[in-house]
């Protein structure tokens, strides 16, 4: 069973967090898919290479050639906040 | 105590590609923002990334500038971090197998030659761009996102400040020589992470190394790394010790300062890009890359002391910068006395260049121009000094010197008739000077000499002039 | 023969008719949208639908047919599109609140495909939320609900592309794989779906879930629309670099061609115990209708099958939870309104705009990543999965297909499985290798049991889909299995 501060740890990791109530379920939740991915230790890969790939292939290169851009305004369609032409956030702190 | 100085680099040179890593946007600098920009160098969902061949290939050209091994196989790997100006919430970056490891930079150290180990040299994308506005807030421009990038890292073989700066000279000189990027600090073009510390050479005991970032001018590197050397050696004399952090320099308080520490150590979670899949780097495409290396800084040095019969000192200082050489030989193409052409090159451009802070590639002439005036000159048209004048204004309007020389009349006399008649009233206005030189003071021609220089206004030729007072007074 | 309603043709027909002007394409379109007016309240198959342009786009069908100009493959031929693929201009959204308003301003390589070849875009399909989950519970918006008993789920992710299809909403839809997100709702939903070989469909504008696994699939009442699809959205694309640059196939030329002698192997594995024993019982039927059609069957073994799904869970978390750390506030979708600094901008955003599943998933693969963990979770997940492809690659040398049920189970009610993930991702267990190793497959009818659909799956080795399609064919064609269409109102209908 994984630990609630592992649990935090992680979820720092990975930009989210979750209030007191949650946590519990959830470390429950997580501990049983843990637990059972595990089941691949039962596996001898001391020979085997890892597969990233299924195909095989070697990397097809682009020219260096300029293609339009995209319209500004579509770039900054989606954005949630804007001004002058920017996609605007709060200080974001070095 | 002696304390030796360890200093290693962290530089990020952006591609002189048209194109970005992964997308087709421009690369150009200095567009309105958000104006480059498509799905891929936006992150947005559903966009893939295809590689740039030219960036690789540049990443090859570096290499093997540098004397590094060129990987055969090779793979772009995800970096995971978040921060605002990632677009994807990871870099794609080259992990455990970058396309150049090892290798050299070769600078020179108390005049003898000293050769600095790279780590190795890998591609990456760049990050957007943030400014802050009055208000606290941080706007973000993405044109800089996805730009294709190298980084270089080098051992810690550098134990000197002024051994960093030379590092970064051949580093920069030799990526513009060979047209890799323009490694302009100013633009954001070259950037410098700099790691040091010292070691107190009897007990063999190391400060902590400290790391600084977002300095931006060679000259910045100097004093940061002169300051902090400064700082670990006071530390450690007092039996304390630097705490591993990274800082900042800061240019108006001349001192480095702390920046926000992060919290704890970065775990990027690398794996090899799943969007993207391997690179072959065949024997074939690296000699076709080398069969067309431009000439090298060491090269050029050469060819000028045995093509131009130029001095070591000479080759040395016109072969600087690839633009300085090109300019020296554009020139040369009009001139017959190359050493002239160095003369006039290293004396009066170079200097008026460091007063102006300015490069060879932003003068207002060119080279065919500058060939014009020198011949003027050695025909005899204009005089020494006029033709210093004369390069003057070319600087200051651009104009050519023939055009110069005609508006504002600065054909040299070559008429004798005419300089006698000068030389003959100056010789009357004063008796003293004659009288003197009579008795033997010799000096006193110079002054002649320059009185009639005055009247014509340096445009009567001094030869001719020499010779005539000496004539007249002779005769007299 | 009993004349057909326009919904009840198959695309492929439909495009013929539309082709002889027989029918025209407003026609049809107004047809679609008065089912999808009847149907939806039931279904609940789309998160948008595009009526205004779709009409739009009828118009100018009717006028280039009128015109004698040359006409797309597909002219006129409405397709539903899974909400996680993009479309210029129309709100995509994965069925995610983080993305709820999001409009892309490009579409997909294969929505430009479809559109050049004439197709209408009908509307977005609903889907478990960013495609992590087999039932379509996991939508942030909606449930859509089984066509064939609206109180049981229609398998996932691509529950709504199914859906619609089965419940004669669209004629062809697109859905996506990653673990049998295409194959697994076909079953649940009666109705045919192609996973195809990954690198054959184009990714580029799919969003993405696991890069390495993630293809493009298409779903039909038969086999030949599948394929008459697969035709227009498969080919090379050079905007993605893992798509494969080989000759364009035509997948409906060979499609009735006999299988006499094909070789078809039977895994054990696949249906041993956790797969329901009337569906093992079902399929072994079905295994004699292929005899009958002259091909072979065999008993073999895949013995690395156990491993597939906890080997699937790893890699698939882990390419995600590096794929979703896009979704931030920053640039496009949801922003949370709480939050001091730049931190908690990006912890409030993605806490409250993720669902649980997509949290834990995302917690999973940045587990199996993490500094410590790569080796023994992700790296070992990727070696078994070359272990896995060794065994299919043996059995390929020697079979020309494996055929095997493509669910263990019957579609389950709604809430059934929610409070137990393990058991949700048990739906999988028997679709996950096929993507883990690159394969194709394909998902066909082979009957009811207890009045819902079951589905038999036929894999075939990488780019080999003529032989899959040519056997789902020839079994769709011979083997008796009726079709019966789903029952919304409580009428029986028989084609």
């Known amino acids: 069973m994984i630990s609630k501060e592992e649990v935090k740890h992680i979820a720092e990791l990975s930009r989210l967090k979750f209030n007191e109530e949650e946590i519990e379920d959830f470390t429950r939740k997580f501990s049983e898919v843990l637990e059972y991915v595990e089941k691949l230790k039962e596996v001898d890969t001391e020979k085997a290479e890892p597969m990233y790939e299924v195909n095989s292939l070697i990397q097809l290169m682009r020219e260096d050639k300029v293609k339009e851009s995209i319209p500004k305004e579509d770039t900054l369609l989606n954005a949630p906040d804007k001004e002058f032409g920017y996609f605007k956030l709060p200080k974001v702190v070095e | 105590m002696k304390y030796k100085t360890l200093i290693g680099l962290e530089i990020h040179v952006e591609l002189m590609t048209k194109s970005k890593l992964f997308c087709g946007c421009s690369t150009e600098f200095g567009g309105e923002a958000n104006t480059h920009c498509c799905p891929v160098c936006l992150g947005l969902p559903g966009a893939l990334p295809v590689i740039n061949k030219k960036a690789v290939e540049y990443c090859i050209k570096a290499g093997l500038a540098f004397n590094c091994n060129i990987a055969k196989i090779t793979k772009m790997d995800r970096k995971n971090y978040f921060y605002p100006d990632l677009v994807k919430g990871y870099q794609i970056s080259q992990y455990d197998v970058p396309i150049c490891s090892g290798g050299y930079v070769e600078i020179e150290s108390e005049d003898k030659p000293k050769k600095i180990r790279l780590i190795r040299i890998h591609v990456e994308e760049d990050t957007g761009k943030s400014i802050h506005s009055e208000k606290g807030e941080t706007l973000m421009d993405f044109n800089r996102s996805g730009v294709p990038l190298i980084e270089i890292v080098t051992e810690p073989d550098m134990n000197s400040p002024e051994e960093a700066r030379s590092f970064l000279e051949k580093l920069k000189a030799t990526l513009r020589y060979i047209e890799v990027s323009d490694c302009k600090m100013e633009e954001g073009s070259l950037r410098c992470d700099v790691n040091i510390n010292v070691v107190e050479e009897s007990t063999g005991k190391k400060s902590k190394i400290i790391e600084m970032k977002n300095i931006n001018s060679f000259k910045g590197v100097v004093k940061a790394l002169e300051y902090e050397e400064k700082r670990h050696r006071e530390l450690l004399s007092q039996g304390k010790d630097t705490v591993r952090e990274t800082r900042r320099w800061d240019e108006i308080r001349n001192e480095t300062v702390v920046m926000r520490r992060k919290e704890g150590v970065s775990d990027y979670r690398y794996f090899p890009e799943p969007d993207l899949v391997k690179m072959e780097i065949k024997g074939e495409w690296i000699e076709n890359i080398r069969k067309n290396f431009p000439e090298l800084p060491q090269e050029k040095k050469e060819r000028f002391m045995q093509e131009y019969g130029l001095p070591e000192y000479d080759s040395e200082v016109l072969t600087g910068t690839k633009e300085l050489a090109d300019f020296f030989e554009k020139t040369s193409k009009y001139v017959d006395d190359y050493k002239q052409v160095s003369n006039w090159i290293m004396g009066d451009i170079l200097r008026r260049l460091k007063d102006e802070d300015m490069q060879i590639e932003d003068i207002r002439f060119n080279p065919m121009e500058f060939a014009e005036l020198l011949n003027m000159v050695n025909k005899g048209e204009v005089g020494n000094n006029i033709g210093k004048k004369v390069l003057k204004e070319m600087f200051e309007t651009g104009q050519s010197p023939k055009d110069i020389v005609r508006d504002k009349g600065l054909i040299q006399m070559n008429d004798e008739e005419e300089i006698k008649d000068i030389v003959n009233t100056v010789i009357t206005q004063n008796p003293q000077s004659v009288a003197d030189f009579k008795n033997g003071k010799n000096r006193a021609i110079g002054f002649l000499v320059g009185q009639v220089m005055k009247k014509t206004k340096g445009k009567a030729n001094p030869q001719i002039v020499n010779k005539l007072i000496l004539e007249i007074i002779k005769a007299k | ?495």
């Open chain 3, 1 to 495: 023969m009993k004349q057909l309603k326009i919904i009840e043709i198959s695309a492929k027909e439909l495009a013929e008719r539309i082709k002889s002007k027989e029918i025209s394409s407003e026609e049809v379109i107004k047809a679609y949208f008065e089912r999808i007016e009847e149907a939806e309240e039931k279904v609940d198959a789309f998160i948008t639908l595009t009526k205004e342009d779709a009409l739009k786009s009828a118009k100018k069908t009717d006028e280039k047919i009128s015109r004698g100009e040359k006409l797309g493959a597909i002219e006129g031929v409405p397709v539903a599109i899974k909400d996680n693929i993009v479309t210029k201009g129309i709100k995509t959204t994965c069925a995610s609140k983080i993305l709820e308003n999001f409009i892309p301003p490009y579409n997909a390589t294969v929505v430009d495909k479809i559109k050049n070849e004439g197709g209408i875009i009908i509307g977005k399909t609903n889907m478990d939320e960013f495609a992590m989950g087999s039932s379509t519970e996991n939508s942030r918006f909606k449930n859509t609900k089984n066509p064939y008993d609206l109180s049981r789920v229609p398998g996932g992710s691509s529950g709504g592309s199914a859906a619609a299809v089965a419940s004669l909403e669209a004629p062809l839809a697109l859905g996506s794989e990653t673990g049998g997100s295409v194959r697994q709702p076909a079953s649940f939903c009666g109705v045919v779906g192609i996973k195809p070989t990954y690198g054959l469909v184009s990714r580029y504008g799919l969003i993405a879930f696991a890069s390495s696994l993630d293809q493009i699939g298409t779903l039909g009442r038969n086999v030949e629309d599948c394929a008459f699809i697969l035709n227009v959205i498969s080919g090379y694309d050079d905007k993605d670099s893992t798509s494969v640059n080989m000759v364009k196939k035509d997948y409906m030329k060979y499609l009735s061609e006999d299988i006499k002698g094909m070789k078809i192997a039977l895994p054990k594995e696949y249906f041993g115990e956790g797969v329901d024993k009337n569906i093992s019982e079902r399929i072994r039927e079905s295994a004699r209708a292929f005899e009958k059609l002259g091909a072979t069957i065999e008993e073999v073994s895949l013995p690395y099958t156990q491993y597939a799904l906890p080997c699937y869970y790893l890699i698939a978390t882990s390419e995600a939870s590096s794929n979703l750390a896009r979704f931030d506030g920053i640039r496009y979708g949801y922003r949370a309104k709480d939050y001091s600094d730049i931190n908690e901008l990006y912890i409030n955003t993605r806490s409250q705009g993720f669902g649980e599943e997509v949290k834990r998933r995302i917690m999973l693969g940045t587990y199996s990543l993490s500094s410590g963990y790569y080796d023994a979770y992700y790296k070992k997940a990727q070696k078994v999965r070359g272990l896995l492809k060794k065994d299919f690659d043996k059995i390929f040398e020697k079979y020309d297909l494996i055929l095997s049920p493509t669910s263990p189970t019957l579609p389950f009610r709604i809430g059934e499985r929610l409070d137990d993930p393990v058991s949700m991702y048990m739906a999988d267990v028997l679709t996950v290798s096929v993507n883990l190793t690159g394969c194709c497959a394909i998902s066909v009818p082979c009957g009811y049991i207890e009045n819902l659909p079951v589905g038999l799956q036929l894999i075939g080795n990488r780019f080999n889909e003529e032989k899959i399609l040519r056997a789902a064919y020839a079994f769709e064609k011979n083997s008796g299995t009726e079709k019966i269409l789903p029952d919304l109102r409580g009428e029986e209908n028989e084609i």
